[in-house]
């Protein structure tokens, strides 16, 4: 059992752990967050598309989200409380946790709302940490969702939403948890 195992059946123990997906309009620093999605391992918490006041695009290539869908949903100023309330109460795991904060801390700045921090970690550099400790594996720092998913035996769709990703999120945290090291696959990403 290695520490990122331990770090993982720790996390899965948690009464509150959740895993955060966020989709944007785009990867740019200042995207808009067009929506949040929170789970736990006994069902979804909180999902909610946002429109974009600032870019009026759903990225929907990346997102699966039809533009048009946005048109009737509230602005992130209308949600964010929402937000504040179900992210600070959960120790959250995120596939790049950075990522989630920043454009948190972009939108409420450029939005004038006020800014929350996050509690809990990347699983993003525990999965690469993870099955680097695999001998033999080559694991770049830069290991995307997808790929980690798929040396663990979990598929996911070719343009995955966010249900889909956070699926995988679990999935990598369970089979991270369950120290499957000889069950995984080697792929030369």
Not at 56 to 72: A, C, H
Not at 83 to 90: D, E, P
Not at 128 to 143: E, H, K, N
Request: charged residues 20%.
């Amino acid at each position: 059992m290695n520490d990122f195992s331990l770090w993982a059946q720790s996390a899965l123990q948690f009464p509150n752990m959740a895993v955060c997906v966020i989709d944007t309009t785009s990867i740019d620093k200042d995207a808009d967050i067009i929506r949040v999605y929170v789970a736990t391992t006994t069902g979804v918490i909180y999902d909610q598309l946002l429109w974009s006041e600032r870019h009026r695009t759903s990225n929907e290539q990346y997102t699966g989200i039809p533009e048009d869908t946005l048109l009737e949903m509230p602005t992130l100023p209308e949600e964010w409380e929402h937000i504040k309330a179900t992210l600070t109460s959960h120790y959250l795991v995120a596939y790049n946790l950075d990522f989630v904060q920043q454009h948190l801390n972009e939108n409420a700045e450029h939005y004038g709302l006020e800014p929350f921090y996050l509690i809990g970690e990347n699983l993003q550099e525990n999965a690469v940490g993870y099955l680097r400790s695999i001998p033999g594996a080559y694991v770049s720092y830069g290991l995307q969702l997808v790929e980690a998913c798929a040396r663990i035996g979990h598929t996911m769709p070719e343009h995955a939403a966010a249900p889909d990703r956070a699926a995988g999120q679990l999935a990598l945290l369970q089979a991270l948890a369950e120290d499957a090291g000889d069950t995984v696959v080697d792929h030369p990403f």
